[in-house]
């Protein structure tokens, strides 16, 4: 089974903060995305990458940062964290087309208080 | 760019009913894929059916089957026999064939009663 993994299932940061979200997957998949998830909006992509050290914006990218330093990690980055980023975060990865299903982690629900 | 639409916010049916879940996206692609994700309370998303659209057959995978009318597009999801289990919020998602980025819509809470 593939298994995407982010390192915090729940997180709570001040403001100003850099934060950093862990997303880790074991398949040797190519790309791999960061997604937030709010009530209303469903899954708007941040960021994706489909190589190591290459990677794309998404839809809304301001005020978040990536890295993908080895191919089974992929790092979200807020570099100075604001409670408009309290949200759900979800990492996704998935071989290239045609097997082009998303595996999913956990979550995770970051608060910036 | 690629948008999916989901209109229905918020749905309920009765246990051993039926249901339809709508979707339409927008694309100029001619290759693409289709899905539908269901996202329990555990918050782990899971595939439930994938559509190809260069495929005319629509997809069905035991209670579930989509309805891909790709002229209008248009890709339904359709629960028979419906059970507690399925209470979760539903996700449409596109992706192209030639680019790597998946779409999802804003998703539809599906609340099956006992």
């Known amino acids: 089974d593939v298994k995407v993994t982010q390192s915090s299932r729940y997180l709570v940061k001040r403001t100003g903060e850099k934060v950093f979200l862990e997303c880790v997957q074991d398949?040797?998949?190519?790309?791999m995305f960061w997604y937030r998830q709010d009530p209303g909006l469903g899954l708007r992509l941040i960021y994706f990458?489909?190589?190591?050290?290459?990677?794309e914006k998404g839809d809304i990218p301001e005020g978040y940062s990536v890295s993908r330093e080895k191919k089974e990690r992929f790092s979200l980055i807020l570099e100075s964290a604001s409670t408009n980023q309290t949200s759900m975060y979800l990492c996704?990865?998935?071989?290239?087309?045609?097997?082009?299903?998303?595996?999913f982690g956990q979550g995770t629900r970051l608060t910036v208080v | 760019a690629q948008t999916v639409t989901q209109s229905q916010p918020e749905m309920s049916v009765q246990e051993a009913e039926t249901v339809t879940l709508s979707c339409t996206y927008d694309?100029?692609?001619?290759?693409?894929?289709l899905f539908w994700y269901k996202q329990p309370p555990s918050r782990q998303m899971i595939l439930v059916i994938r559509?190809?659209?260069?495929?005319?057959q629509n997809a069905t995978e035991n209670r579930f089957s989509v309805n891909f009318q790709k002229a209008a597009k248009s890709f339904s999801l359709k629960i028979s026999d419906s059970q507690l289990g399925d209470t979760a919020m539903y996700f449409c998602?596109?992706?192209?064939?030639?680019?790597?980025?998946?779409?999802f819509g804003s998703g539809t809470k599906l609340n099956v009663k006992p």
């Open positions: 996704a990865s998935t071989l290239g087309a045609p097997k082009a299903e998303a595996f």
């Open positions: 398949m040797d998949h190519e790309n």
């Open positions: 990458s489909y190589d190591v050290k290459m990677k």
């Open positions: 694309t100029s692609e001619s290759n693409y894929y």
């Open positions: 559509q190809e659209a260069y495929k005319q």
């Open positions: 998602a596109f992706i192209s064939y030639n680019f790597n980025k998946f779409y």
